[in-house]
């Protein structure tokens, strides 16, 4: 009876798995009310408890802005490492206020930070993608939204300043979370047959 429970158990848990994986959407626009700390710390901790990973840890760390004066920071960071570009060189102050304002509504960033040396870096940035995807999945099954953001600014001395990191530290991503304003519609996948190769 018990061995059967356990198996009713796993197939649950698979289905579940399965569906979330099916269902889960990027999110780009978030209700503005804020997101408990302590839920994405209980998420994050779940994470990288995933038995994915390897038995060691990732040479990685996390930090979760969250607070209006972080975020603007994050925001203000963002801005001025744009505007070493271009056509954003000669944007108006006016503008830059009004992105700085509207990236702070975001109702947190949690950003993912590598360390270590190179050759143990292509082992850390899987570990901590898998951390991150098993966190945005468990985002979703407790209503959460989530993007992955890894736009070249994420480099940017004028950016990474304000995070105070250390010579022998990087962005991998920075991670929008919160709650979805409205549920976007799934997009078409390549089926897998079209990108795995028998020999």
Same mark, same amino acid.
């Given at each position: /009876? ?8 796993? $197939?649950? *848990? ?6 979330? $994986?099916? &269902? ?6 978030? &209700?503005?009310?804020?997101?408990? @700390?302590?839920?994405?710390? &209980? ?38 490492? %744009? ?14 206020? /009004?992105?700085? #304002? ?12 590598? #360390?270590?040396? @190179? ?15 098993? %966190? +945005? ?18 480099? *940017? ?28 519609? +799934? #997009?078409?996948? @390549? ?7 028998? #020999?």
């Amino acid at each position: /009876m018990i061995k059967n429970l356990t198996l009713t158990t796993n $197939i649950n *848990n698979a289905e579940n798995m399965a569906s979330l $994986i099916r &269902e889960r959407r990027s999110i780009r626009r978030f &209700e503005t009310h804020p997101v408990s @700390t302590q839920q994405i710390t &209980e998420l994050l901790q779940l994470s990288i408890q995933s038995p994915a990973l390897d038995q060691q840890e990732a040479a990685c760390r996390f930090i979760l802005v969250s607070s209006p004066e972080g975020k603007e920071s994050l925001a203000a960071g963002i801005i001025a490492s %744009f505007s070493e570009h271009g056509l954003y060189r000669r944007m108006p102050n006016k503008l830059k206020q /009004m992105f700085i #304002k509207r990236t702070a509504q975001i109702p947190a960033f949690l950003v993912a930070i590598q #360390k270590g040396s @190179t050759k143990e870096s292509i082992k850390n940035y899987a570990a901590i993608c898998a951390i991150l995807q098993s %966190f +945005s999945l468990l985002a979703w099954d407790h209503q959460l939204g989530t993007v992955w953001n890894t736009e070249p600014y994420i480099y *940017n001395k004028l950016f990474t300043d304000k995070l105070d990191l250390n010579e022998q530290e990087q962005v991998v991503c920075i991670m929008y979370v919160g709650k979805w304003k409205k549920m976007p519609n +799934s #997009k078409h996948r @390549t089926a897998i047959k079209e990108k795995l190769t028998f #020999k």
